[in-house]
């Protein structure tokens, strides 16, 4: 099993910025992808962003150029830094991991971060 926990939200004005961090309890390297996702009232969750472990990450259309993820390995963190944020960032941001480590082979989400972006 693989917990992963996220921290960073709160309430931000637009053109602000924000640093979102997702620990793992197990080493990230041994994770093959961590991506973070967003969930606003009324809208299916979307992926924001992913890292893979080999490869380079992606990002959602509309992030692209404000949002930045990256890994920090001796940490077993996930980062995702926000910046120019607009109000509709607005949403509760999770963090997944996707492990094919026999040890903990599987899909784990963490429970939320809400990041709210006022005008």
């Known amino acids: 099993q693989v917990s992963v926990v996220e921290s960073g939200g709160g309430l931000v004005r637009a053109g602000g910025s924000l640093r979102l961090s997702c620990e793992a309890s197990?080493?990230?390297?041994?994770?093959?992808?961590m991506s973070w996702h967003r969930q606003s009232p009324g809208k299916q969750r979307e992926l924001v962003a992913r890292s893979p472990t080999r490869g380079s990450p992606n990002y959602a259309d509309s992030v692209k150029g404000r949002f930045t993820i990256s890994r920090d390995s001796a940490k077993n963190t996930v980062y995702l830094q926000m910046n120019n944020l607009q109000r509709e960032d607005t949403a509760v941001y999770y963090c997944?991991?996707?492990?094919?480590?026999?040890?903990?082979?599987?899909?784990?989400w963490g429970k939320g971060t809400l990041v709210t972006v006022s005008s």
């Open positions: 197990v080493s990230i390297d041994s994770i093959v992808v």
């Open positions: 997944n991991a996707q492990s094919i480590d026999h040890r903990h082979r599987g899909e784990y």
